[in-house]
């Protein structure tokens, strides 16, 4: 028996002429490829004809430096590409290479690879292989060979199969930047008398990664200005604390407005942006750095230290790092393993991390010092003895001002052991500032290694509790009455209604805590607590500010900000009393989100040369993010060659302005609630409150008060969230909960959940609202079932005069399984054959749940009609 079909038909007649197309590539996200690899030389240059030449490589292997020159050819926006040894054709081997050897030359993101046979000939760029990587501008070139390849939004490298291609670019608009011509020459060979296989490589940019603790995104400037005053100034009207240097990295950069934690607490979330890895996958659910309990991060796992090292980076930590049970001890103390950090299973191993001796565990203790021997040693200014191993255990002074200053302007303190003492963030970004020097002035260099690049990371641990900070800050901000948070109560909230609002409020994160009622709590003195511990946090917040301003300056007159990337993120959020709550470990949006703003330093120069950054300027990413991420992101970024399976996702395509409008798949954070997350929603699953759900509108709703997870129009929502979260406990069965599992498989249950919801008779068959459009076709194409006026969105557009048709209709995203649709087309209604086949299809995401899609088709008929048709199961 045939299954039942019901259709929804659209006629139209139409006049077609027949047409050709152009494929194009168009330039969008550039992306450097890249200098000469270590060891050769480029020389030359002119805007109009520029020849390179390459010496210093052993091309053949013959123990002989091998010399060539490479040309480029520039007239009227056209390059070309030849190749030139001074005979017209590299002679090796005959003008071929053998089996093993390869060559590969990139430019301008164009890169071919010729091997195992293949000449390389002065006719131009001909490869067995070819390979093409977008970049940032509004230019356009074709690609000539035996195929013709589109770029499409989702794509970052394109790539022609086959062999005996060519390459030539046309079409550019304006001046050809020599920035452009950036090669990539590596030779390669598995023949006993060939050079080894180089290590992992990339394009020579230093890299400093700055990350605070528990920082409340609404304390930096930048984020304020993506939110409305209400949400921005939380506190009460006007109390903010500006940030103008972390605001020039954004104003100049790159701002994330959807990134999270993997989990909002340190150690795991710490674990995932080293590694690129979920917590639980490696053994880190929570925070621990108890000897024994292995919950630590293990030597066998590969960090971005690692890769980067192998790629020839200097690579280096100055801060806290939360990962280890086991640290190098500088004086006999209980706990002393403190400084220096290693993996419990392996004290020989430093995670990659080759300047590490001002890198600590963890902690948050406000002063440090240097002691005999050029030891780091924290200052301990309490009268309580904090068994951390550091030499000032049994000195329990207090800190003292001592009126001097050093050479950056910043207050030197005494302990009664020295006199060098700083507070915390002064003192760790001097130790990064002077690890900058002492690698600009060879410092780290030895008679095998000389390094080009860096790699380092600035990690300090406020703005996390203690609440306190030197002066001026800790007087900076006293002034302001801070209020009780915007989100303190929510009046949604009915304690009588056991489904206020909407649901049990599950006792694992979204009641009260004590913390919260601690500081906003009057009590006698008739003021909030919060008062003086806000102030300091705002102080904090400046502190870092300011010094991250002092850094920048360094760069700069150390001649390497032109060459470095900057990126400031932290581990996790501080929700500071919002929801009657504090610090983190919630699906708060405050707790879970997380900043992160990357620049590339050439932006920030007070003369701007650099017209083609690595990372765009002025660029907001709203896509969700993760800081399972960052590992990938950051490696493609720099292009290293080989890039270790995370599981993240490689973010940089996302700067390139059309594509990170499409993009848009969840990500999932887990921590007994689990989320799922895009640019605009947040789903929550909560096994320890009965597998209650939340949806949570944060466009509609950014204070987090109304749970729509029952209110019909989100149904869509609700199913794409809740398959983020299937996908994601597919791949990671170590975080499945059979609660959970029940639960999602209820979000995705489709359209009987729909039907439940409006109120609907679930028969395939019914019509509510009695307008003759069945409520399935209701559903699937995503009109109200319960509004006889409301329509379902479909019409036929042209391209221009002489164009193929373009049918287009809005569909519910995803896809409910058992009511695939199809859209068909006829040139006669009469016959009853109907046609599957359309030619380029386009889809954009533009309503919550649906999409509307675009099927063009390619025909030249007197008549067209188009039906959408539903299949009943």
Same mark, same amino acid.
């Given at each position: ?23 194009? &590539?168009?330039?969008?996200?550039y992306t450097n490829i890249g200098l000469i690899s270590s060891g050769s030389v480029v020389a030359g240059g002119s805007d ?132 452009? @011509? ?62 103008? +240097? ?9 701002? &994330? ?20 890895? @979920? ?33 020839? @980076? ?70 309580v003895a904090t068994a951390n191993g550091d030499p000032y255990l049994a000195n329990n002074n207090t800190i003292a001002v001592?009126?001097?200053?050093? $050479? ?55 703005? +996390? ?8 800050? $800790? ?92 990126? &400031?993120?932290?581990? +996790? ?109 947040k789903l929550v699953l909560d096994a320890a409150a009965n597998n209650a759900s939340w949806l949570f509108d944060l466009e ?110 809005? $569909? ?62």
């Amino acid at each position: 028996m045939m299954k039942p079909t019901c259709y929804f038909i659209f006629v139209m007649c139409l006049a077609l002429n027949a047409g050709a197309v152009l494929l194009d &590539f168009t330039q969008v996200g550039y992306t450097n490829i890249g200098l000469i690899s270590s060891g050769s030389v480029v020389a030359g240059g002119s805007d109009t004809s520029t020849v390179y030449t390459v010496s210093g490589l052993d091309v053949d292997g013959d123990g002989t430096n091998d010399s060539f020159s490479i040309q480029i050819e520039i007239s009227s926006g056209n390059g070309a590409i030849s190749w030139d040894a001074g005979g017209g054709e590299y002679d090796h081997n005959g003008g071929a290479f053998s089996a093993g050897e390869e060559i590969t030359l990139s430019l301008m993101g164009i890169s071919g690879t010729a091997s195992g046979g293949g000449a390389i000939t002065n006719g131009g760029f001909g490869f067995d292989d070819l390979k093409v990587k977008r970049f940032q501008s509004g230019d356009t070139y074709s690609v000539y060979g035996d195929q013709t390849v589109l770029f499409t939004n989702a794509d970052n490298n394109a790539e022609l199969n086959g062999t005996d291609h060519s390459v030539t670019m046309t079409g550019v608009s304006g001046t050809w930047n020599l920035e452009y @011509y950036n090669f990539t020459i590596n030779v390669a060979s598995d023949g006993p008398s060939q050079p080894p296989v180089p290590p992992p490589t990339a394009n020579g940019k230093n890299l400093i990664w700055i990350i605070t603790d528990e920082h409340n995104l609404r304390t930096l400037g930048c984020y304020r200005d993506t939110m409305t005053q209400e949400m921005a100034e939380m506190w009460g009207d006007g109390f903010v604390v500006e940030t103008p +240097h972390l605001d020039s990295m954004a104003d100049n950069g790159t701002l &994330f407005t959807r990134m999270h934690a993997s989990r909002a607490v340190c150690t795991p979330s710490r674990a995932s942006m080293f590694s690129g890895q @979920y917590p639980l996958a490696l053994g880190i659910p929570n925070n621990s750095n108890t000897i024994g309990d292995g919950k630590y991060l293990h030597a066998d796992v590969t960090t971005i230290f690692d890769v980067l090292k192998s790629a020839g @980076y200097l690579t280096g930590y100055v801060g806290k790092w939360h990962l280890s049970e086991g640290g190098k001890v500088f004086e006999e103390a209980a706990g002393g393993k403190w400084w220096e950090p290693y993996p419990e299973d392996d004290p020989n191993d430093t995670y990659g991390i080759m300047a590490n001796k001002f890198m600590f565990n963890g902690g948050h203790d406000k002063w440090y010092g240097i002691v005999e021997g050029g030891l780091p040693a924290t200052a301990n200014g309490t009268n309580v003895a904090t068994a951390n191993g550091d030499p000032y255990l049994a000195n329990n002074n207090t800190i003292a001002v001592t009126g001097a200053t050093d $050479a950056w302007g910043q207050p030197l303190y005494t302990d009664g052991i020295t006199t060098n003492v700083k507070f915390a963030t002064d003192w760790l970004t001097d130790r990064t500032i002077d690890f900058v020097s002492d690698f600009n002035s060879g410092a780290y260099n030895t008679v095998s290694n000389t390094f080009g690049s860096f790699f380092h990371v600035l990690s300090i641990p406020d703005p +996390h509790t203690a609440d306190s900070v030197r002066e001026p800050y $800790a007087s900076m901000y006293t002034h302001m009455d801070f209020q009780l948070p915007r989100t303190w109560n929510n009046p949604n909230y009915n304690p009588a209604d056991p489904y206020s609002p909407y649901l049990d409020n599950p006792d694992s994160w979204m009641v009260a805590d004590d913390k919260a009622e601690d500081l906003y709590n009057p009590g006698a003195s008739g003021s909030y607590t919060i008062q003086d511990g806000i102030a300091q946090y705002f102080g904090m917040v400046k502190c870092i500010d300011d010094n991250i301003g002092r850094l920048i300056q360094h760069l700069d007159d150390e001649g390497l900000l032109q060459d470095t990337i900057l990126m &400031f993120s932290a581990d +996790h959020g501080d929700l500071f009393g919002e929801h009657q709550r504090v610090n983190k470990g919630t699906p708060w949006d405050m707790s879970m989100r997380i900043p992160c703003i990357i620049v590339d330093g050439s932006q920030l120069l007070s003369a701007v040369t650099n017209n083609y950054p690595l990372v765009p300027r002025g660029m907001i990413v709203e896509q969700s993010g993760n800081n399972t991420d960052w590992m990938e992101t950051f490696l493609s970024l720099l292009d290293v060659s080989r890039i270790p399976e995370t599981h993240g996702r490689d973010l940089t395509s996302l700067f390139a302005p059309a594509a990170s409008k499409e993009r848009n798949e969840p990500t999932v954070q887990s921590q007994g609630w689990m989320a799922s997350t895009d640019s605009r929603y947040k789903l929550v699953l909560d096994a320890a409150a009965n597998n209650a759900s939340w949806l949570f509108d944060l466009e509609r709703d950014p204070k987090e008060f109304t749970n729509y997870i029952d209110h019909a129009q989100y149904e869509g929502v609700v199913r794409k969230l809740a398959q983020g979260i299937k996908d994601y406990m597919d791949a990671h069965p170590e975080d499945v909960d059979p609660d959970r599992i029940t639960e999602y498989n209820r979000l995705l249950s489709g359209w009987t959940r729909y039907a439940e919801v409006y109120g609907l008779n679930p028969d395939q068959r019914g019509d509510e609202d009695e307008d003759g459009i069945l409520d399935l076709n209701e559903y699937i194409f995503g009109s109200d079932p319960t509004n006889g006026n409301s329509v379902i969105e479909t019409g036929i557009e042209f391209n221009g005069p002489n164009s193929w048709p373009g049918f287009t209709h809005r $569909a519910r995203h995803p896809v409910d399984p058992a009511y695939p649709y199809r859209a068909e087309w006829s040139t006669n209604l009469v016959s009853g054959v109907w046609n599957t086949n359309f030619g380029a299809i386009a889809e954009q995401y533009d309503e919550p749940g649906f999409i509307t899609v675009e099927r063009t088709l390619e025909r030249e008929d007197d008549a067209l009609y188009f039906r959408l048709a539903v299949p009943l199961p």
